[in-house]
């Protein structure tokens, strides 16, 4: 009985020993792995933090209530009211100087008519386009200030600092003080910076024409991205004979998704703007050369998810009598479609976020208007963010922010939409 | 890709462990077995490889996977309404034949197929003859269910539909309703036919993907272990179906399972490393086979 015992407890002793080893491997792998996620989500979240903490004030501006004349005498010189070319701003400035009618000479009071913004005289003329009866009126209106006043409003300019380091002088702050004290200075949703293109004031720059430049951009590469990766991936997976030139060609699409990006934007430059002569800083440029970028992400996915589908689907539809391309279409192409998506997402991402090919076709250029077409001049939102965060004026530094939480909120819809489309797709089993 | 790599499997034949216990070490015995067997296969065909009425007729038929020969020059005449069962060891060659007979192996780019196969005295290997049009008369029930994730009446509309079978619904209802009912499947599903193919039992799925095939309404209906996947009541419903199909269909089945060759088919082909060893009446192979190797196989004392 012992005798036969002896080797099997052998064994098992060291089955136990290597067993113990084993185990306090998969604890240390375990840790390693908790630790690495842990420094993952602890880097996501110091990014998150310092991004709202920096942008979220830059959804908010501060207004002043100003009480404006609408007097006959400036809006209509002549008689008649020209309400294109009348000097809106001397309305602002006269309300500024009645507020304080002890500052006489010009040099305060230039300084007096820089705490309210050069967009306030855009407002009174678009409200009286509005209301024409407001004419000979008077009227307390809230103005927005210029973008000094709203960082100091938010805390964003040193009050202790040395005078002649701030952007303000003591004189405007104390008038500024004596505003709020009034009750006169109010922090309402910054609507300009959703409705606004660009501006070299900050307090008037919006991402509105980059946003729209990145829209039409997108749609330029989603319409010939999609279609053409798709169609490559199933002709490549499903009809292309199996030999050395589709080798060829694979490891070409793989190294091609691998290519920087500014490569492709000198490619566009080339071939689309000088060859072609497409217009310079246009989205259609922009998004043809994003498509570019992104088609061979979208093949590869492609056909990764066309290689999923199981093979017994594919002849089953044989064995009934379906040609090949009844196959693709009626099975393959659904059951590969919600893979498709994820692919065509990730290109569309990727595209959204690359800034390099923008700049060599020309969409980094300052441009006020916002875009309304495909060849209209536009920015992308990540080149906006480039220029915004290039600037020197601190309010700038605030709506860089901001921009970046809109492009990630833009992402996010955009996964979003890919994953109710996926499981659109998805749900015919 | 899978039957290239089934067959590659073919070198390995398993050593039979109730090998009688040779004095000798037993495995110089199956050494010499294994050298017997081999001298046996001469490549001629033993028992009647003619049928008396024959619908699907493959003369010297011949499949090579690239440098592999799978198929070594076979003659098999298959009768109307008759139900024929391909036996033999993994790799053998059985389900190639089988996937020659509606040109499945078109699929798969290395294979080349030489010999004459007609269907009701046509060349299937013709030019002209669309190969589409072919399966929708040779269709064809995998080894393991394939429902289609569509729906149960989906999975069986579907060959109608891509053949334009049904002028309207109410015969595309018609042919769905009596496709199921031939299956036997029918009954259980009659309520929730809007319901996913795949979402039925594996037994279920089988008998679907029958009534699947014989909603295009096929001459031969090809069986590359149906039942393999299943367990025995389902195994049994499928038996007794394919009984019942027989009436209307010529039926191949391919089956490792030398009780179900018994139970349902009339003959009985033995394929062995690609070659079609014997073929002859069931209670003839099953009771008098003429070659060793069929013996060997059926006895169980190989493979």
Redesign the interface.
Known sequence: MNDSAEPSRGTRGRMEAGLKRRHRREALFRLAGLLATAVGIVFLGVFFVSLFAQGLSAFKQTFVELDIEYSEEILAPGGQPDLEYADYDSLVRNALWKEFPEVTDRQARRQLARLVSAGAGFQLRDALRENPELIGTGQRVPVPVSADVDMLAKGKIDRAAVAAQRRLSDRQIDWIDELSGQGRLQTRFNVALFTNGDSREPELAGIRGALMGSLYMLIVTIALAFPLGVAAAVYLEEFA??NRWADLIEVNINNLAAVPSIVFGLLGLAVFVNWLGMPRSAPLVGGLVLALLTLPVIIIASRAAIKAV??????????????RM?VVF??VLP?ALPGMLTGAIIGMSRALGETAPLLMIGMVAFIVDVPSGFTDPATALPVQIFLWADSPERAFAERTSAAIIVLLGFLLLMNLAAIIMRKKAGR?? | ??ELKSLEDEAVVPATPEDPPAAASPKKASMRRRLEEISELTGKTVGQVRATDPYVVAENVNVHYGDLHAIKDVTLEIGRQQVVALIGPSGCGKSTFLRCL?R?ND?I?SARVSGRITLGGQDIYSKDLDP?????RV??V?Q?P?????SIYDNVA??PR??GLAGDRAELDEIVYTSLERAGLLKEVRDRLDE?G??LSGGQQQRL?IA??IA?NPEVILMDEPCSALDPIATARIEDLIDELSENFAIVIVTHSMQQAARVSRRVAYFHLGMLVEVDDTDKIFTNPQHKLTENYITGRFG
């Open positions: 004979p199996k199981p093979p017994s689907i594919r002849e089953a539809a044989l064995g009934i009598g379906a040609s009844q009626h099975h059951l015919q089993w | 890709m899978s509606n499945m699929s780019e589409v049009a072919l399966r929708a269709g064809i995998f393991k394939n429902p289609f994730p569509k579907y060959g891509i053949h996913a795949t979402s993907c699947r095939t295009v």
